[in-house]
């Protein structure tokens, strides 16, 4: 008996050190890139570091899934990257809250994204979650936003799976380039994500997209409260490393 | 190299691991277990396949690991539909290397039987050489009654390809007259698939330092911890997985709440669902998978019969 707790007392200690040794390191990751931002501040402006972080990068995602968990996002956070992801020519960002939250809260974050960074969002004919991003002079970026919740999930399937069903047509024609080709069709449709940010200590799908996630990458951003531009720079260098063989 | 080892631990890793176990402990584990060919290029193995080689004998000593620390099921991934596009030699002799290590897992039936060891194996198997097919549908089947542990081994297998399978097999369902369109659920999708015996993994770890999935499990992640070790495969050891175990038991709490907020989502039934209908053809799905298995096995008895038979003919000749 008492050897027993002697060992789960010991279980909790690790667990609690380890909470503490997190929390240090986020503190001081957090309070050093605000000083170097701080530093660096006068020196070079966004634009200038996500255009050497473009030159630099051997590649950039086309379509960046930001997987919002239990650690809530600011509106501040969420619209630095829509801007800067516009900046380096990022074609599609989709934000996926599994709690349904941020869809919810949709209305306040398209009035602070026009407020704050003059960004319009135009949704599109077909789905009011799913839109193009418009500069404030009416001039329409080629980047469109997302705003997933997991009704993006396996749902999409089985809603894929009845109307194929329902076709009664036969199955040999059945294959993986013919659901792709299907799921491309619906109104719902979202791009392959190529790279999946996270924001809390751990790395889950959260049911989202099960369909188009087989080659996304997924990378932490660390940040203390909210994201600046170093934290995401930071995650387009890893990402830009990460070499994809396709099975080979 | 064996398939079923005795435990290797030392005093100090056995202690960690009944302190670990204080904790929650992963029901279900995934492993994707990469950086086999780094491994061998890395420490200047005489070839590729040494170091496919040096993972198989990590894998039968990684399962070790999983039962002292007591994780029940483990899925691994051993081969993709997509590893298909390596050289031919690669990939021949990748194949030769399952055929040799299943033919000593049949060897070894009668400890897998003591131990209670059910091996499954998840994918594809009609993309395999049937020789292979024949001798992995007789370790299923060998083993199929066990369930003290459980290791499933995805072989010739993708994601995609499992879900375009179950759907497959589910408008056959619907065109058959065996289902009706409204019975068809998430659920009933994960119910067709390969893996459809096992949870969801609890936890999915790969190495190598890759940070993607690949095309494995993605149906069966939404709410797995997945956990990247910067590790090469044949270079993993307890503390690895215990760090992965660590890492799971900080995390479960943010789980147990994503899986109440996901669950939300579910489509409810249509008011048409027969749920007896849909377990008629769940458990007729299932007894076809088996008679498919025995199919094979007799297959391959009847063909083993006939080439002694033959050798027995020719000697007598001769």
């Known amino acids: ?248 | 190299m064996s398939w079923v080892r005795d435990s290797n631990l030392t005093w100090i890793q056995r202690f960690a691991v009944r302190v670990i176990r204080c904790g929650p402990i992963p029901e279900h584990v995934a492993f994707i277990m990469d950086g086999n060919r780094r491994f061998a290029t890395k420490t200047h193995l005489k070839s590729k396949t040494d170091g496919h080689v040096k993972g198989f004998d990590k894998l039968a000593e990684a399962l070790q690991w999983c039962l002292d620390v007591g994780i029940k099921e483990v899925t691994v991934y051993a081969f993709s539909i997509e590893n298909f596009k390596r050289s031919k030699d690669e990939v021949e002799t990748l194949i030769q290397l399952a055929k040799e290590k299943f033919a000593k897992l049949m060897e070894e039936k009668d400890k897998l039987n003591e131990r209670g060891i059910c091996i499954r194996i998840v994918g594809n198997m009609s993309m395999l050489p049937i020789e292979l097919q024949q001798i992995m549908a007789e370790a299923i089947l060998l083993t199929k009654d066990n369930c003290r542990a459980i290791l499933n081994v995805a072989f010739a297998y993708t994601s995609r390809d499992e879900i375009t399978e179950s759907i497959r097999s589910i408008c056959n369902g619907v065109n058959d007259k065996e289902l009706d369109v409204d019975d068809i659920s998430e659920e009933l999708i994960r119910r067709c698939m390969y893996t459809n015996k096992s949870p969801d993994p609890d936890l999915l770890v790969r190495t190598s330092g890759e940070s993607r999935l690949s095309d494995f499990m993605l149906y069966q992640c939404s709410t797995t911890v997945i956990y990247f070790s910067e590790t090469l495969w044949p270079e993993f050891t307890i503390w690895h997985l215990l760090g992965a175990i660590i890492y799971y038991q900080q995390n479960k709490r943010t789980m147990s709440v994503a899986r109440k907020h996901l669950n939300n989502y579910v489509a409810k039934p249509a008011p048409n669902t027969d749920s007896e209908r849909v377990e008629a053809f769940v458990n007729q799905f299932e007894k076809r998978r088996i008679d498919h298995l025995e199919n094979l096995v007799r297959n391959a008895k009847s063909n083993r019969s006939f080439d002694i038979n033959e050798s027995n003919e020719n000697e007598i000749s001769s």
């Not at chain 1, 501040?41 to 051997?58: A, D, R, W, Y």
């Not at chain 1, 398209?110 to 077909?126: A, H, I, Q, V």
């Not at chain 1, 720079?233 to 063989?245: G, H, P, T, V, W």
Request: hydrophobic content about 35%.
């Open chain 1, 1 to 248: 008996m008492f050897s027993g707790d002697y060992r789960y007392y010991l279980w909790k200690t690790v667990h609690i050190l380890m909470f503490i040794v997190q929390q240090i390191v986020r503190s001081y990751e957090g309070i050093k890139s605000n000083v170097l931002r701080f530093c660096s501040k006068n020196v070079k402006s966004e634009k200038f570091l996500i255009g050497e972080c473009k030159q630099m990068c051997v590649k950039i995602p086309k379509h960046i899934v930001l997987i919002l968990g239990e650690r809530r996002l600011d509106f501040a956070s969420i619209s630095n990257i829509i801007a800067w992801s516009a900046l380096a020519d990022i074609k599609c960002i989709s934000v996926y809250d599994y709690t349904g939250i941020f869809l919810d809260k949709r209305k306040q974050f398209l009035k602070y994204l026009e407020k704050e960074k003059n960004l319009y969002y135009d949704p599109s004919s077909r789905n009011i979650t799913q839109g193009s991003i418009v500069y404030k002079n009416g001039v329409r970026h080629s980047m469109s936003l997302n705003i997933l919740d997991p009704r993006h999930s396996k749902f999409q399937m089985s809603e894929l799976c009845k109307r194929l069903a329902q076709r009664g047509e036969s199955t040999h024609e059945l294959n993986i380039n013919y659901i792709d080709k299907k799921i491309s069709e619906s109104d719902q449709y979202v791009c392959d994500p190529e790279l999946g940010l996270y924001f809390d200590d751990v790395c889950c799908t959260f049911g989202l997209l099960p369909w188009q996630l087989r080659l996304t990458e997924f990378v932490k951003v660390n940040f203390y409260s909210t994201i600046n531009i170093t934290n995401f720079l930071d995650a387009l260098y890893i990402y830009s490393k990460c070499e994809q063989r396709f099975g080979k």
